[in-house]
């Protein structure tokens, strides 16, 4: 069974940094695309950042030039730098991944923003 297992949330003050990690495992494949989502309390699901097993990337508007996805496909696991947080980015994360013939999410891991 893949799972995928989120890491590095927590509490930051406006303006600070978090780097977020997500590692599948029980898989043998390599991963297609992951992705990052958020989803603030009363609020819609949104995708943040993704990236490609050939390493494009792509970022919501809203978070380009402060968030930065990496990853190591060959690990199957891929990273969330956010910097210049701001307090209406407080969410909780969600790690994404689509593997072939198959799709799995983390169970995710909040980010609040607060001074």
């Known amino acids: 069974q893949v799972q995928l297992v989120e890491s590095g949330g927590g509490l930051v003050q406006p303006g600070g940094s978090l780097r977020l990690s997500c590692a599948a495992s029980?898989?043998?494949?390599?991963?297609?695309?992951m992705k990052w989502y958020r989803q603030a309390p009363g609020k819609q699901r949104e995708e943040v950042a993704g990236?490609?097993?050939?390493?494009?990337?792509n970022y919501a508007d809203s978070v380009k030039g402060r968030f930065t996805i990496s990853g190591d496909n060959g690990k199957n696991t891929v990273y969330l730098q956010m910097n210049s947080l701001k307090p209406e980015e407080t969410a909780v994360y969600y790690c994404?991944?689509?593997?072939?013939?198959?799709?799995?999410w983390g169970q995710g891991t909040q980010v609040t923003v607060s001074s």
């Open positions: 990236i490609t097993s050939g390493g494009n990337t």
């Open positions: 029980g898989t043998r494949f390599r991963f297609n695309v």
């Open positions: 994404y991944a689509d593997f072939p013939g198959y799709r799995v």
